[in-house]
């Protein structure tokens, strides 16, 4: 009975000391990210419009100058590597504070025809969401199937950030990191001080840029199921849902115009199967006073606006939604 009493404190204490190696870890290799931000404002305040999407959203929808327009609260959850299932999973973390009256899903086609894997940060909406029922459910749809092991040592996916240890301690241990304020944002490398992060401006970029755009026969159907069942829960919660596509310089149209002629009529039709209305900010009929089509209003060739071009964006985006 005595070498069994001993050999339990050895499991014990061991599992402590891997959890404490763990945390430590994770402490020093991830680095500060505004998805913790996100997740402390969903989980703290309420919302009426909410943005859900991809990079495009993240860097061209300001939900300052959408809030000022219509007088709705909003917030930008898009994000780069946020696929369909990452954004039910959102949606469903944010109504668990409050439901909104609004939302907006920014669609990115290339979204839906490759498929997700365990690479670069896969798992940082994950690590960052507080727990509860919608990250138990998100664990058991995604981390399971991915790599559990991201979900017991995130770290492991930052290892690259063993040169960046000092820079990611100093950062945890200010006084905005602990209060969920923005810290400074040269030192960080983003600034999310508006709700969304500001795209540094490259005006006249020459370099192409080949792109995965549409290719129905490559369709991931989890992107597809994954919307419907965000369509499905914003029916059921009463949510107006309006799908997006962000503009994309014109240089680029013209290199891909069949494609992008595909991509519009294959989710028009499709958007309309599913009763969400689609705006198709590449199409004529929804031009933008005042913006810029071309290379010289955007950081790359895929879409990617600055600052002023969001801001303008953002205006026509909210001039849009007041009439839904």
Not at 205 to 215: A, G, I, N, S
Request: proline share 5%; glycine share 6%.
């Amino acid at each position: 009975m005595h070498n069994f009493k001993k050999a339990i404190l050895l499991v014990v204490f061991l599992l402590a000391a891997l959890a404490a190696v763990n945390a430590t870890m994770n402490y020093a290799l991830i680095p500060y990210s505004y998805v913790r931000l996100m997740m402390h404002r969903i989980t703290t305040e309420q919302y009426d419009t909410v943005f859900l999407g991809t990079s495009h959203g993240l860097n061209g929808i300001n939900p300052k100058v959408v809030e000022e327009k219509t007088g709705q609260k909003s917030i930008n959850l898009c994000l780069g590597g946020e696929f369909p299932e990452d954004a039910y999973f959102l949606l469903k973390k944010v109504c668990e504070k409050g439901i909104p009256k609004t939302v907006i899903y920014e669609l990115d086609p290339g979204y839906w025809c490759t498929k997700q894997g365990p690479r670069g940060d896969f798992n940082r909406l994950y690590y960052e969401m507080p727990w509860s029922a919608a990250k138990l459910e998100y664990f058991a749809s995604k981390m399971l199937e991915m790599d559990f092991r991201a979900s017991f040592f995130p770290w492991f996916y930052y290892r690259g950030q063993f040169k960046n240890v000092k820079k990611n301690i100093s950062t945890k241990q200010t006084e905005d990191y602990k209060e969920y304020r923005i810290p400074n944002p040269e030192e960080i490398g983003w600034d999310f001080t508006d709700g969304f992060v500001n795209a540094p401006p490259s005006p006249g970029t020459e370099k192409r840029q080949e792109l995965t755009l549409w290719e129905e026969k490559d369709k991931n159907e989890e992107s597809f199921r994954y919307f419907e069942k965000i369509a499905k829960f914003c029916r059921d919660k009463g949510i107006a849902l309006v799908a997006i596509i962000t503009p994309v310089p014109k240089e680029t149209l013209e290199k891909y115009q069949d494609n992008y002629q595909e991509i519009d009529a294959y989710f028009s039709s499709y958007m309309k199967e599913q009763k969400v209305p689609l705006w198709n900010y590449n199409l004529p009929q929804r031009k933008i006073r005042g913006f810029d089509y071309s290379l010289n209003g955007f950081s790359d060739w895929e879409g990617h606006m600055d600052k002023d071009q969001a801001g303008r964006f953002s205006a026509r985006l909210a001039k849009d939604l007041k009439n839904i």
